[in-house]
């Protein structure tokens, strides 16, 4: 079951401008200009803000799964194709996002599961999403995400080294984000 992020944050939010203008400066690091990505990722990132969006789906129990495995084991058990859809985006994300924003979590040495694994699960993911998407334009992002999906860790990568930036975080410490 996935609970859907019930945020909405408006267009011409100064934190959305921002994201916005991160990961544009993050994805032309590595020479990807795609407005559809920077969107995407930018939208991702923002969704990310709530706890709540990070770790949406819960097993038959209400019980949050947080756990890679957990996650993979619901998407795999999901029927319907519009929620397989949602379970394996998600996984994709959050993939993407700790991978690009926390790699630190991957160097500790008591770890459950590699990087290698996560890097082959989002990639995975967001290919099965281009499978099932219905929009005419949604598959190609998905394709994208999934072919280049270690260069778009990398671009979040650059996303995180700005937002350690002094003069992000005087702009974070301006909009209230923490």
Same mark, same amino acid.
């Given at each position: 079951?996935?609970?859907?992020?019930?945020?909405?944050?408006?267009?011409?939010?100064?934190?959305?401008?921002?994201?916005? #203008?991160?990961?544009?400066?993050? &994805? =032309?690091?590595? +020479?990807?200009?795609? /407005?559809?990505? %920077? !969107?995407?990722?930018?939208?991702?990132?923002?969704?990310?803000?709530?706890?709540?969006?990070?770790?949406?789906?819960?097993?038959?129990?209400?019980?949050?799964? #947080?756990?890679?495995?957990?996650? &993979? =084991?619901?998407? +795999?058990?999901?029927? /319907?194709?519009? %929620? !397989?859809?949602?379970?394996?985006?998600?996984?994709?994300?959050?993939?993407?996002?700790?991978?690009?924003?926390?790699?630190?979590?991957?160097?500790?040495?008591?770890?459950?599961?590699?990087?290698? &694994?996560?890097?082959?699960?989002?990639?995975?993911?967001?290919?099965?999403?281009?499978?099932?998407?219905?929009?005419?334009?949604?598959?190609?992002?998905?394709?994208?995400?999934?072919?280049?999906?270690?260069?778009?860790?990398?671009?979040?990568?650059?996303?995180?080294?700005?937002?350690?930036?002094?003069?992000?975080?005087?702009?974070?410490?301006?909009?209230?984000?923490?």
């Amino acid at each position: 079951m996935l609970t859907p992020n019930t945020g909405h944050v408006p267009e011409n939010h100064p934190i959305r401008l921002l994201f916005t #203008e991160l990961t544009e400066r993050g &994805l =032309a690091q590595i +020479h990807i200009h795609d /407005e559809a990505s %920077v !969107r995407y990722i930018s939208g991702m990132m923002l969704d990310f803000i709530d706890l709540d969006a990070v770790y949406p789906i819960r097993d038959a129990q209400g019980v949050r799964l #947080e756990h890679l495995t957990d996650l &993979l =084991a619901e998407a +795999h058990k999901a029927t /319907e194709p519009a %929620v !397989r859809r949602d379970h394996f985006k998600h996984l994709g994300d959050l993939t993407l996002f700790m991978l690009g924003l926390f790699p630190e979590r991957f160097r500790r040495r008591r770890r459950a599961l590699s990087r290698d &694994l996560y890097v082959a699960e989002g990639r995975r993911s967001y290919r099965i999403v281009a499978e099932l998407v219905r929009a005419p334009s949604e598959p190609a992002v998905f394709r994208r995400l999934a072919d280049q999906y270690e260069r778009y860790v990398e671009g979040l990568g650059w996303v995180r080294l700005y937002i350690r930036d002094p003069f992000f975080q005087y702009m974070f410490r301006e909009f209230g984000v923490s």
